[in-house]
Each structure stands twice: as structure tokens, then as C-alpha cells.
């Protein structure tokens, strides 16, 4: 009796399923579509920019003025030496690398080892400390700008390197923490305790269990800190105004309000050209692995 | 244990938290910054404040820009994520639409751009007479287009600003959103498909909840971004923009510190400007909670 109903109801099912695949069919090329044109727009809205910026980079001044579209009469790079040697392009470049590079790695390595703490253990006051992190994620360095000039000041680091590497620490250090704590939370309590079990330090623990395997949090929070500390203006701009200390944002800004005055701009377009390559090739470089650390965080 | 949370702490304290309890004692005082004395003078600042007709008008820009930028940065944002992870074919394995890696590296990218560096592209696009979008929209037969100040005319500056703003920003969150929407297990979506759920539905009703969190802590970003807003605005109108429309509470707050000297006045603004940002974020906290936000069980 209950094998008839079953051989009965089978073949219907399946001509059940046939037919929602078939209208979702449907429904699918017509999302298809309006997604592809809708994404392809935006696409467009977001390259032209940068093309066209790269196209009157090879322009002199009097052709930019002239037609947004002409091609350069001479495709010339006068543009380039004249930003390198005017802007000064390498130097700040290079300053950039120090700083930023400094403060990534502290910042990931405190960020990491705070978040931690405050994730996994409970004691008295991780809730306050978790909320001022919190808080000072959400105060604008503004507020700060006067005061911290003065702090800089008092200990001697103020136009230093090391000052301004300390000061991206501290301001980085909320995102980090913010976002590493839920990573730190997810990770399954039973690795930790075997760890510990076989006799591993928390040091040990740490460094060689957790921090592993919250490897795909740590990857996009450091590829975010890394854009946002390269891209930094307000803090160097206010406590870091030796010009031969100053980092490729600051740089571009002054440049470019000196071409305002001699009106450049195809030094203009070639300096911004010179800042934005870089920041390409590394981008691209860190988007395979920024695609790569998230689709393993899935399938762990 | 203590030293993985006392070493950044103190970073913490020495460069944030202590410049904050400076900054709301010099906001009580005349200091110019010039000289070591000061007087206290109570609520003064702030009372000034409340009858200063331009940083009112600077308040009313920032809130313009927090209602705007966020609402169309995170809509944008999470329609892209949805599209590229999940918006793929509703038979066989849950994914995204074909060619989803590109589109994100592609929206992704202005991320990777310094603002200084975004903000200063723009402006040339928007120049009135060399500029890429006039030409485009003359060439496309708009000659009242000819020669027109997009970042010159009240009407037109703060939308032509917002715009930049969100043009830079909804790369980071798709990305962020991306990941999150990954981190929700596939059975998931394998089960709402057998229930029949489309793609909206599922959108709406299995995504969204799931990665609420996050699409809250995005909000809140996004949100002190427009009211900082210092460097697009500083890099397209560093005057404030025609008649004030795009003046800042950041911009005004500089020029009242750097050019005026008025320190103790100027961290008053930056006091204010902290309050609203702070202001901001438990609004968007109550109406995460109000819509159902506390009733949500969620692994992670």
C-alpha cells in the first residue's frame, strides 16, 4: 500500500520540479540582463574617469583647455618629468612606504593581540575597554587635532616619523579591534582547549593556533587598514609639516594648490597618474588574495 | 595576558583617549594657541556657537550629507554584493552572476584611491569648460551644458560633491558586504530555494537579517565619513562651495583654528561635531534595534 502511494507520488514531484526550473528559467535571464547592464553602467561611470585622466596626462595644458577628447598632438611625457621634479613624487612616495608600513604591521600585531583578549576571556573592565573602542571608532580625529598636536609636542615627536606612525596606530586601532573581535569570537572554543590541553602557552596558543586561523579576518582588516593609512591627509597634514617628511597625500594636495597658481594641469593629471599606478598594481596583486582569503574563510 | 592588552591600550589612551578630555577642557577656554595662558570661560564657546549663522549653516550640510551618502552608498552597495554572491542562476550550486569577480574589482577600486587624489580627478571632470562631463553632455547635444559650473552653482555643488563621495565609497562597502553575505553557510540559501523563496525574498528575508550586524556597523561608517567629509570638499571647493552650500563643520572648524587662531572656539566645533557623530550612531543603533534588530538568533 504505502510503496503504490510512493511510486505514484514520485513522477508528479518530478514533473513538479521540471516546471519551477522552467519559469525560473526565464526569470533568470531577465535578472541576468538588467544586472549585467546595471553593473556595466556603473562600471563605465567608475573607469572613463581615470582613462580620461591618463589620456590628458600625455596633453600640454593648452590642448586640455582646448577639447576634454583630443588626443595629444604629441604623445610626450614632459608632464611626468615636470610633476617628478616639481611635486617631487618619489620622495613622498617614499616616505609613504616608512610610515604606512611601520604602522600595518603594529597596528595588525596589537590590533590582533587586544581583540583577542578582549574575544576570549573575561575579567573586569572588558566592557568598558570594548566600548571606548568602540567610542573612539566613532570620534572624529577633529575633535583630537588640537590637543594630539600639543601631545606630539610634549614627548618630541612631533614632524618625526615614529610620531606619526604612533598616531596611525592609535587611530587604526578601534577598526582593527572592532573587526578582529568578531573574528576572534567565531573561532571554535575545542581548538583552543586541545592547545592548551598538550600543554600550550597562551602565548603559544596565540601565535600559533588562534592567530592562523583567523588568517581571513586578518587579511581584508589589513588590506582596509592598509588603503586607509596610505590614504591618510587630515593627521600628517596637521602633525607632520616638515616638507621633507611629507607623505604622497599631503604631496598631492600641496602640488596641486601650487598648480593652481601656475594653472599645470597637465603636470596635474601626470602626478595624479603617478599616484594612482601604484596604488593599481598592488591593488590588483591584493585582490586575488583578498578573493582567495574569503573563499577559504567559507569552506572552513 | 596583560601585555597583549596593555600595550595598545596605553597607545590608545596616550594618543586618543587623553587628546579627547583636552580638547573638551580647551573648548571651555579663550586659548589661542599662540600663548600658554588661558581663560576659563565656561559655556561661552558654545553658546557662540548656537548663533554662528555659518557653522549652522555647516551643521545643516553635514546632516545633509549623513541622510544622502550613507542611504544611497549602502543600498548601492548591498545591491552589487547580493548580485556577485548570490544572484547567480537559481539551479545547481548557489554563486553569483557570471563576470561577478570583475565587477567587484572594478567598484572596489576607487577604495583604493587617496580621497586627496579622488577629490582633485573630480574636479577636473567637473570643470566647466575643459571638463570631461561637460563635454560629454554638450557632445550628447545638452549645449546648456556648455560652460556650466557644476561645483560653482548652489543648486548643483552639494549633489555634484555627494556624488564624488559615493562614487568613492560603494566599492569598500560592496566588498565588506561580500564577505559577509560569504560567511553565511550555502545550506542556507539551498534550503530558502526548496521552499521556494525567489531572489528578492531571500534577499530581503535571509541575507539582510543574517548580515544585519554588519550592514549597521557599514552605516555608521559610512555616516561619520559625510560628516567629516573634509578632504572631497577641502579637494573640490576648499572655500566652502558657493554661498557656503558646501562648507563643512571640518573646513569651517580649520579656518577658525589655522587662520584665525581662535583654538579655544575651534575645539568647541570639534566638541559639537563629535556629539552629533555620536549623535548619529545611537540613532542608527535604536533603529536597528526598533526594527527587530535584538530579536535576531544568529550563529557567529
Known amino acids: ?300 | 595576558m596583560a601585555a597583549f592588552l596593555g600595550l595598545p591600550l596605553v597607545i590608545f589612551v596616550v594618543f586618543v583617549v587623553w587628546p579627547v578630555l583636552q580638547a573638551l577642557y580647551y573648548s571651555m577656554t579663550d586659548w589661542s594657541g599662540f600663548t600658554p595662558n588661558m581663560n576659563f570661560t565656561g559655556l561661552d564657546n558654545y553658546r557662540k556657537l548656537a548663533h554662528d549663522d555659518i557653522f549652522l549653516h555647516a551643521v545643516r550640510n553635514n546632516i545633509e550629507l549623513a541622510i544622502v551618502v550613507p542611504l544611497v552608498t549602502i543600498v548601492a552597495a548591498l545591491a552589487i554584493a547580493v548580485v556577485v554572491t548570490v544572484g547567480g542562476p537559481s539551479s545547481g550550486t548557489i554563486r553569483g552572476i557570471r563576470g561577478a569577480g570583475a565587477y567587484r574589482v572594478v567598484s572596489f577600486f576607487p577604495y583604493a584611491v587617496p580621497a586627496i587624489v579622488i577629490g582633485l580627478i573630480w574636479a577636473q571632470v567637473y570643470d566647466p569648460a575643459a571638463g570631461l562631463l561637460n563635454g560629454v553632455l554638450t557632445g550628447l547635444g545638452l549645449d546648456r551644458f556648455e560652460n556650466f559650473a557644476w561645483l560653482g552653482e548652489v543648486s548643483t555643488a552639494m549633489p555634484a560633491s555627494m556624488f564624488v563621495i559615493i562614487w568613492a565609497s560603494v566599492g569598500f562597502y560592496t566588498v565588506l558586504f561580500v564577505a559577509a553575505i560569504k560567511g553565511v553557510p550555502a545550506e542556507i540559501y539551498e534550503s530558502a530555494r526548496l521552499d521556494g523563496a525567489g531572489r528578492f525574498r531571500t534577499s530581503w528575508s535571509i541575507t539582510l537579517p543574517l548580515i544585519r550586524d554588519n550592514v549597521q556597523t557599514a552605516y555608521i561608517y559610512i555616516g561619520i565619513l559625510a560628516l567629516d567629509a573634509f578632504v572631497y570638499m577641502q579637494a573640490m571647493n576648499s572655500g566652502g562651495g558657493p554661498n557656503n552650500s558646501t562648507l563643512t563643520m571640518s573646513q569651517y572648524l580649520l579656518t577658525t583654528a589655522f587662520k584665525k587662531g581662535q583654538f579655544g572656539y575651534a575645539t568647541a566645533m570639534g566638541v559639537t561635531l563629535a556629539l552629533i557623530t555620536l549623535a548619529f550612531a545611537a540613532l542608527v543603533f535604536l533603529v536597528n534595534y526598533l526594527t527587530g534588530g535584538h530579536e535576531r538568533r544568529v550563529r557567529r
Open chain 1, 1 to 300: 500500500m504505502s510503496a503504490a502511494v510512493t511510486e505514484h507520488a514520485l513522477p508528479e514531484q518530478q514533473g513538479q520540479r521540471q516546471r519551477n526550473r522552467g519559469t525560473t528559467h526565464a526569470g533568470d535571464t531577465a535578472v541576468e540582463v538588467t544586472s549585467h547592464v546595471l553593473l556595466i553602467v556603473w562600471s563605465v561611470i567608475v573607469i572613463v574617469p581615470f582613462l580620461w585622466v591618463l589620456l590628458s596626462s600625455f596633453k600640454t595644458t593648452r590642448e586640455i583647455l582646448g577639447s576634454p577628447f583630443s588626443l595629444p598632438a604629441h604623445w610626450q611625457l614632459d608632464n611626468y618629468v615636470n610633476a617628478w621634479t616639481d611635486a617631487g613624487i618619489g620622495r613622498f612616495f617614499f616616505n609613504t612606504v616608512i610610515v604606512v608600513g611601520a604602522s600595518l604591521f603594529l597596528v595588525m600585531l596589537l590590533g590582533a593581540m587586544c581583540a583577542y583578549v578582549l574575544a576570549r576571556f573575561t575579567f573586569p573592565g572588558r566592557r568598558l575597554i570594548y566600548n571606548s573602542m568602540l567610542a573612539g571608532l566613532t570620534f572624529p580625529i577633529f575633535l583630537v587635532i588640537v590637543p594630539l598636536f600639543f601631545v606630539l609636542k610634549n614627548i618630541g615627536l612631533i614632524n618625526t616619523f615614529p610620531g606619526l606612525i604612533l598616531t596611525y596606530v592609535a587611530f587604526a586601532l578601534p577598526f582593527t579591534v572592532f573587526f578582529l573581535h568578531a573574528f576572534f569570537k567565531a573561532l571554535p572554543e575545542d581548538v583552543y582547549e586541545a592547545a592548551i590541553i598538550d600543554g600550550a602557552s597562551e602565548w603559544r596558543a596565540f601565535f600559533s593556533i588562534m592567530l592562523p586561523m583567523a588568517g581571513p579576518g586578518m587579511a581584508s582588516v589589513a588590506i582596509f587598514n592598509f588603503l586607509g593609512l596610505w590614504n591618510q591627509f587630515l593627521l600628517p597634514v596637521a602633525l607632520n609639516t616638515n616638507q621633507d617628511h611629507y607623505v604622497l597625500t599631503q604631496g598631492m594636495a600641496s602640488f596641486a594648490s601650487q598648480a593652481g597658481y601656475s594653472v599645470d594641469f597637465g603636470a596635474l593629471f601626470a602626478a595624479v597618474v603617478m599616484t594612482v599606478l601604484p596604488v593599481l598594481v598592488v591593488y590588483l596583486i591584493f585582490q586575488r588574495r583578498l578573493s582567495g582569503s574569503v573563499a577559504r574563510g567559507t569552506f572552513r
